[in-house]
């Protein structure tokens, strides 16, 4: 999920400090369609539990979601 969040992103690489420097931003659509397309992947039983799973993801790399 990383890699299509840094992709969706255009970013190189996460934060080193992800609770301090954002380097980028998604929207709630393009998370929604990474967790559609990794859903075999997770270990999430519905597409919300992989939509927060990615968000999380977002959120440690220092990628800001946006409605």
Same mark, same amino acid.
């Given at each position: 999920? $990383?890699?299509? /969040? &840094?992709?969706?992103?255009a970013v190189a &690489? #996460?934060s #080193?400090? !992800?609770?301090?420097d954002k380097? #980028? &931003? %998604?929207?709630? &659509?393009?998370?929604s369609?990474?967790?559609k397309q990794? @859903? !075999?992947d997770l270990? +999430?039983? $519905? /597409?919300?539990a992989?939509?927060r $799973?990615?968000? #999380?993801?977002a959120?440690s @790399?220092g990628?800001?979601v %946006? +409605?």
């Amino acid at each position: 999920a $990383s890699v299509l /969040l &840094k992709r969706a992103a255009a970013v190189a &690489k #996460g934060s #080193g400090t !992800p609770n301090k420097d954002k380097v #980028g &931003k %998604v929207t709630e &659509k393009q998370v929604s369609d990474i967790a559609k397309q990794k @859903m !075999p992947d997770l270990n +999430a039983a $519905s /597409l919300d539990a992989a939509i927060r $799973s990615v968000k #999380g993801t977002a959120r440690s @790399m220092g990628i800001e979601v %946006v +409605a």
